[in-house]
């Protein structure tokens, strides 16, 4: 979406008064980026943790945070009525976080400050992505009001398990912000539908892992996200994606089909027999280089004098591909520690690909990239065009390599 078009659509963010509040910010940033137009609405106790400047920093607009306004002069009958008039100018609403309070009230049809009436008044699509502590979270009466909330027709955007601010671990920490974008687009039908459509994408994902005896292994540092970014962004635009992964914790993304694999030859046999099905592979996994010569049936044990490890090369996965690609368009990534650009390029030609991803690791990325939620680096492509991937989320990252290969 272009952001400078006026008939983006338009966001009515409501932030409710809890520890997440703060990552309220960096939502509206992401939001912003997207294209929407973005109005806040804040309650009280959200503003005991973020102050509206804040916002209204990022938005460009005025932040609403009270019915009426304090000062007696500017109640007029205008601002009596904006609730209605900030309702009918949104095309969605999002509450981010969705306190368990905030959840009550809209499940009751209560309505005592401005987010909670101008919600009665709204009649689009509402995404909620509640957060609090996770007692308040499994209680009954929170569980009940989202069974209410769900019949009505709103989207929420489940939180995620983790330690949180009480101290406590458990189900009830805010989602991953890229998880409520990825709602609000699909609410909006943001993601570019059908661009994809009757195309099959194969994206392999995650790490490779390769035993050394029957609890060891030797593997690397991918989380898989990257890889599951694009699946699930591939997904978004219409196409079949075929998701070859290795072990990751990561959740899977609705609607592709995953294939599980552990070794390097699993995934190279896994994407030898799907890849005549694609018209698109985009090889994002990060496959081991090395495997042991050997493998003990039994738990090598700690006593040994020493221990000496023989490795021979895997199957270079991605070069294989490069020599018979029949037609369909290859996508590869390459993770350098230093001359990313030249090692980029050399990379794309020895492999024969048509574009090829290379992000800095280690200390050149700055705490992004491997086994982190944000990714950077240069899209190089065989026509000797190059993009610059700017630090940004996975998913971000995702539909910017996207765009590009969809141009072809």
């Known amino acids: 979406m272009d952001p400078s078009r006026q008939d983006n659509p338009k966001i009515l963010l409501g932030v409710s008064g809890g520890v997440a509040a703060y990552k309220s910010a960096e939502l509206l940033r992401l939001l912003n980026k997207r294209g929407y137009g973005v109005e806040v609405v804040m309650t009280r106790a959200a503003r005991r943790f973020i102050q509206p400047l804040t916002f209204a920093a990022l938005s460009g607009r005025k932040v609403i945070t009270d019915l009426f306004p304090e000062d007696s002069a500017e109640s007029t009958l205008a601002s009596s009525i904006e609730h209605i008039a900030a309702a009918q100018r949104a095309n969605l609403l999002l509450i981010s976080p969705a306190t368990a309070d905030v959840l009550a009230k809209l499940a009751h049809g209560l309505a005592d400050d401005f987010l909670t ?10 995404v909620l992505a509640p957060a609090m502590n996770v007692n308040m979270w499994t209680h009954p009466a929170t569980q009940s009001n989202l069974a209410v909330l769900r019949e009505r027709g709103a989207r929420i955007v489940e939180p995620d398990e983790g330690e949180m601010a009480c101290g406590m671990v458990g189900p009830g920490r805010l989602a991953e912000l890229e998880r409520i974008v990825e709602a609000v687009d699909e609410e909006l039908g943001a993601a570019r539908p059908g661009e994809f459509s009757g195309q099959t994408l194969l994206i392999t994902a995650g790490p490779t892992r390769e035993p050394i005896d029957p609890v060891r292994f030797l593997s690397n540092r ?62 994002a996994a990060a496959v081991a280089d090395f495997r042991p010569n050997e493998l003990s049936e039994l738990k090598i044990k700690k006593s040994s004098a020493s221990l000496s490890l023989e490795l021979s090369p895997t199957t270079d996965i991605l070069a294989e591909l490069g020599q018979r690609k029949n037609g369909r368009v290859l996508v590869g990534f390459a993770a350098e520690t230093h001359d990313l650009r ?67």
Not at 252 to 266: D, H, K, M, S
Not at 361 to 385: C, F, H
């Open 222 to 283: 991918s989380s898989g996200r990257m890889g599951y970014a694009l699946a699930a962004e591939a997904c978004a635009r219409g196409a079949r994606v075929i998701l070859v992964s290795g072990p990751t914790s990561a959740t899977p993304p609705e609607g592709c089909e995953l294939v599980w694999v552990e070794t390097a030859e699993q995934m190279r046999q896994s994407v030898e027999a799907h890849s005549a099905e694609a018209s698109i592979v985009i090889m």
């Open 342 to 408: 030249a090692e980029g390029e050399r990379k794309l030609r020895e492999k024969n690909c048509d574009f090829l991803v290379a992000n800095p690791v280690g200390e050149a990325a700055g705490g992004a990239g491997i086994d982190s939620d944000e990714n950077q680096g240069v899209l190089l492509s065989a026509s000797g065009e190059s993009v610059e991937l700017p630090r940004s989320s996975k998913r971000e990252m995702a539909r910017m390599i996207l765009d590009r290969v969809a141009r072809g």
């Open 117 to 126: 009436t101008s919600s009665l008044a709204f009649r689009g699509p509402l």
